[in-house]
């Protein structure tokens, strides 16, 4: 099936630098992937809305300089959070949707936990 | 907007037991996908079962089965036969058929499967 990866899983950073969260299609083509944030016990947050060869489309209230999307390819998009600060901390989750024939079917990531200190 | 409501936050039921998550969402679209999510402690997520609006008929993936309600934007996950490895945070999600095909999770009920 469908696989999606998802790197670092885990990132510790001290505040002020920026850190890039990769996300993979291994074997169909992505042109949408979305970007997840999850606080402790909480549901998973719609951050932004990844599009190939075009700007992302963010959520209200997500601020697009903090965190940067870049989707260069049609099996890659990343998310660096710029100029970290510890309530930047959590996880983010990707996911990417395969789209081939009717089979619309969404698969996640593994999901990054992002500390900074 | 789209929203999906679980009004469970946490349910405990004993190992061999059946169990029923509640989910309700409310759109004004009439073509869309619903899901039942399920995301252990690894916290990956895994898709347990899925649904077309367009069909009347339950999916049904082995041991878990929904009771989708179109008129009353109901969706409910039945799990028949629960085992321990089925504790777990489950999210009921909506996703529309149009162009970004964004999904929307509800809040999540944990599930505690009890020996």
């Known amino acids: 099936g469908a696989v999606v990866s998802q790197h670092p899983s885990r990132v510790i950073c001290k505040s002020g630098t920026s850190v890039k969260i990769e996300c993979r299609s291994l074997d169909f083509q992505a042109t949408t992937m979305f970007w997840y944030r999850q606080f402790p016990k909480k549901s998973l947050m719609l951050m932004a809305t990844s599009n190939e060869g075009s700007k992302a489309t963010y959520e209200q209230g997500v601020e697009k300089d903090k965190f940067l999307i870049n989707h260069a390819s049609l099996t890659l998009s990343t998310l660096t959070v710029t100029s970290a600060h510890p309530e930047d901390s959590s996880f983010y989750i990707c996911?990417?949707?395969?789209?081939?024939?009717?089979?619309?079917?969404?698969?996640f990531g593994s999901g990054t936990q992002l500390s900074v200190l | 907007a789209q929203t999906v409501t679980q009004s469970q936050p946490e349910m405990s039921v004993q190992e061999a037991e059946t169990v029923t998550l509640s989910c309700t969402y409310d759109t004004s679209e009439n073509n869309y996908y619903l899901f039942w999510y399920k995301q252990p402690p690894s916290r990956q997520m895994i898709l347990v079962i899925r649904?077309?609006?367009?069909?009347?008929q339950n999916a049904t993936e082995n041991r878990f089965s929904v009771n989708f309600q179109k008129a009353a934007k109901s969706f409910s996950l039945k799990i028949s036969d629960s085992q321990l490895g089925d504790t777990a945070m489950y999210f009921c999600?909506?996703?529309?058929?149009?162009?970004?095909?964004?999904?929307?999770f509800g809040k999540g009920t944990r599930l505690h499967i009890l020996p």
């Open positions: 999600a909506f996703m529309t058929l149009n162009r970004d095909d964004k999904i929307i």
């Open positions: 996911s990417a949707s395969d789209r081939v024939g009717r089979g619309e079917k969404l698969f």
């Open positions: 649904q077309e609006a367009y069909k009347q």
